[in-house]
């Protein structure tokens, strides 16, 4: 299929989703109405006086969730075409490096704690992101070797750690008092959107777009690294430096979206294959477009999670696990997935 066509069409299907991300909720509005109240807020309009608890659900609560939303699911896309890539394992996704894991240590001990409380609402967000790159680091230092960093080692070694970091966090979680807090560490480990605020957003959209871009312009060294690394090193590609540099970006992006949604488990697993299946395995062309198909499947996950037990809310990560096992099973069962690789 056209990469170019899929892009664009995908991208106009945000747009959509984005509007009706924040039209549909536990408080139904109407359509002209929501769209109205989008454009006061981006332009800067008045409000009727008995608009203001609207304009306050629309713009302060709802706008930035689903934008946080497609942020998310566009970097967790991206990132796992970057891991699958970094590991070669077409099983990989951007939380085999335990890096989630490790971020969640840090969440759970501002929710269950109160630790950093000093900074307010980026306590949870700071010590998420601080306590993945101590994770990162951790990883890199244990998995690399006289020989280089391999896949392998990387693989087992995320593997590892991440089962120790969940250790640390259940001992986190039933040291503390129940209640609450407790609920909120779980909402937190399955993924949610709910904390969502504008001061959020800029970062991880950054973050993001910064992570893409670098990947975008070493497509076709990432087209070598999946050949193997003789091949890569006969095609002037440096697999050992590749890899380090590839392992910063995934454990950056990976970092600042777990801390400002938690781990929201699939999207980076699903997203690319059901993408190579449309464009190839070319890099280039997989990272054209799973971005846009992965923000376009966060939205609407985050959608589902707000909708389906109204006015509860479930974690956004089961609603992706929710479609991503089947999706999963069932591309088994048609040899689409490469276990071994690409």
């Given at each position: 299929m056209p990469t170019t066509p899929l892009a664009v069409g995908l991208a106009l299907v945000l747009l959509v989703s984005l509007a009706c991300g924040v039209a549909l909720g536990a408080t139904g509005m109407g359509w002209g109405h929501v769209l109205r109240l989008m454009w006061a807020g981006l332009s800067g309009g008045s409000l009727a006086p008995d608009d203001a608890a609207a304009y306050t659900i629309v713009w302060e609560i709802r706008f930035p969730r689903v934008v946080l939303a497609a942020v998310v699911g566009a970097g967790l896309a991206a990132v796992g075409v970057a891991v699958q890539a970094l590991v070669r394992n077409a099983l990989a996704d951007p939380f085999v490096l335990g890096i989630s894991s490790g971020a969640a240590v840090g969440a759970n001990a501002v929710i269950l704690f109160g630790a950093l409380a000093s900074l307010g609402v980026w306590a949870l967000s700071l010590s998420a992101f601080l306590s993945a790159l101590v994770a990162t680091l951790v990883v890199y230092v244990v998995a690399r070797s006289p020989l280089g960093l391999s896949p392998l080692r990387l693989v087992l070694t995320g593997t590892a750690l991440a089962?120790?970091?969940?250790?640390?966090?259940?001992?986190?979680?039933?040291?503390?008092?129940?209640?609450?807090?407790?609920?909120?560490?779980?909402?937190?480990?399955?993924?949610?959107?709910?904390?969502?605020?504008?001061?959020?957003?800029?970062?991880?959209?950054?973050?993001?777009?910064?992570?893409?871009?670098?990947?975008?312009?070493?497509?076709?060294?990432?087209?070598?690294?999946?050949?193997?690394?003789?091949?890569?090193?006969?095609?002037?590609?440096?697999?050992?430096?590749?890899?380090?540099e590839l392992f910063v970006v995934t454990a950056a992006v990976?970092?600042?979206?777990?801390?400002?949604?938690?781990?929201?488990?699939?999207?980076?697993?699903?997203?690319?294959?059901?993408?190579?299946?449309?464009?190839?395995?070319?890099?280039?062309?997989?990272?054209?477009?799973?971005?846009?198909?992965?923000?376009?499947?966060?939205?609407?996950?985050?959608?589902?999670?707000?909708?389906?037990?109204?006015?509860?809310?479930?974690?956004?990560?089961?609603i992706t696990a929710a479609l991503g096992v089947p999706a999963f099973l069932l591309l088994m069962r048609r040899g689409g997935l490469a276990l071994t690789g690409r």
């Amino acid at each position: 299929m056209p990469t170019t066509p899929l892009a664009v069409g995908l991208a106009l299907v945000l747009l959509v989703s984005l509007a009706c991300g924040v039209a549909l909720g536990a408080t139904g509005m109407g359509w002209g109405h929501v769209l109205r109240l989008m454009w006061a807020g981006l332009s800067g309009g008045s409000l009727a006086p008995d608009d203001a608890a609207a304009y306050t659900i629309v713009w302060e609560i709802r706008f930035p969730r689903v934008v946080l939303a497609a942020v998310v699911g566009a970097g967790l896309a991206a990132v796992g075409v970057a891991v699958q890539a970094l590991v070669r394992n077409a099983l990989a996704d951007p939380f085999v490096l335990g890096i989630s894991s490790g971020a969640a240590v840090g969440a759970n001990a501002v929710i269950l704690f109160g630790a950093l409380a000093s900074l307010g609402v980026w306590a949870l967000s700071l010590s998420a992101f601080l306590s993945a790159l101590v994770a990162t680091l951790v990883v890199y230092v244990v998995a690399r070797s006289p020989l280089g960093l391999s896949p392998l080692r990387l693989v087992l070694t995320g593997t590892a750690l991440a089962y120790g970091f969940q250790a640390v966090t259940t001992v986190m979680v039933f040291g503390a008092e129940r209640g609450e807090a407790a609920r909120a560490a779980m909402m937190w480990l399955l993924g949610s959107l709910g904390g969502a605020t504008w001061p959020k957003v800029p970062l991880a959209a950054v973050t993001v777009l910064a992570g893409w871009l670098w990947l975008r312009l070493r497509a076709g060294s990432l087209d070598a690294l999946s050949m193997g690394d003789e091949t890569a090193a006969a095609l002037g590609v440096p697999p050992d430096r590749l890899r380090r540099e590839l392992f910063v970006v995934t454990a950056a992006v990976t970092g600042t979206v777990v801390a400002v949604s938690g781990a929201i488990g699939f999207v980076g697993l699903m997203v690319p294959h059901l993408v190579r299946m449309l464009v190839g395995a070319s890099h280039a062309r997989v990272l054209a477009v799973a971005p846009f198909a992965g923000a376009v499947l966060l939205v609407w996950a985050d959608v589902l999670s707000r909708m389906l037990l109204a006015p509860t809310e479930l974690p956004v990560g089961v609603i992706t696990a929710a479609l991503g096992v089947p999706a999963f099973l069932l591309l088994m069962r048609r040899g689409g997935l490469a276990l071994t690789g690409r």
